[in-house]
């Protein structure tokens, strides 16, 4: 029995470690990914060995649509907390503050969400895929389509996604590739108004009265990641965010 019980758990660590292998392995047959990786991965190595990265580690994007600003926190998985790694300018806006509401109305999502796809080849060079609708959106949307296929991609044009330029592209999604290799299953993706602070909050909620709700539970996430630099527990529960 004993003999068995080590044969299965061998059997385990090596599909285990073949199945993450298998990830990167599969992006490098696409030639785009091929070229960033070739551009970008031995700046980005070395950069994130001088941040003290030098094992597996997570990966956070977080975005701010008002400051234009999208995030990249980084943890090392022998270390408890996430540091800021990189930060990158959109190149183009659509849509106002406020969620996504219905296919077309050029308005960016607001929520939490994660990656749910890697497109290798998509239309605007590279691009990561946010879960976006969710629950919380599509009881949002009402009777309304609430629309799809938001993503962050290179390209500088949009209708709701994040567009970074081919250039910086190349870098998230080569982060994001060597994350999820090493076995981040769910890559949290957070799209925020604004940062969340209470004088910006003062600022934009006279102008858009109607998002209290929204905005005062994104900020309990937001604050808790300032407070932790760990990523908060977000369930949904009758069209609300519960936020641990």
Avoid at 107 to 130: D, I, R
Wanted: glycine fraction near 6%; include cysteine; proline fraction near 5%.
């Amino acid at each position: 029995m004993k003999w068995f019980l080590k044969l299965l758990l061998l059997f385990s660590m090596t599909t285990t470690t073949i199945a993450q292998t298998d990830f990167k392995a599969h992006q490098l047959t696409f030639e785009r990914v091929r070229t960033a990786y070739k551009e970008k991965w031995p700046v980005l190595k070395t950069e994130l060995e001088t941040a003290g990265i030098k094992e597996a580690f997570n990966l956070y994007i977080v975005a701010y649509k008002y400051e234009s600003r999208l995030e990249i926190w980084v943890k090392d998985r022998n270390k408890k907390q996430y540091q800021l790694f990189k930060a990158y300018s959109f190149c183009a806006n659509s849509g106002t503050l406020g969620p996504k509401i219905k296919e077309g109305d050029l308005q960016t999502p607001e929520g939490f969400y994660h990656v749910n796809a890697f497109n290798p080849k998509s239309n605007f060079y590279l691009s990561l895929g946010v879960n976006y609708p969710n629950g919380i959106d599509r009881l949002r949307s009402g009777k309304e389509k609430p629309g799809g296929d938001i993503y962050i991609h290179g390209n500088c044009v949009t209708v709701g996604c994040i567009p970074l330029t081919d250039e910086k592209i190349k870098e998230v999604y080569v982060l994001a590739v060597e994350a999820r290799n090493a076995g981040q299953q769910q890559i949290p993706v957070h799209i925020f108004p604004f940062k969340m602070n209470t004088a910006n909050l003062n600022k934009q909620l006279p102008r858009f009265p109607q998002q209290k709700n929204l905005w005062e539970t994104l900020r309990v996430g937001y604050d808790y990641f300032q407070k932790n630099k760990l990523i908060p527990t977000v369930t949904e529960l009758n069209g609300k965010y519960i936020i641990k």
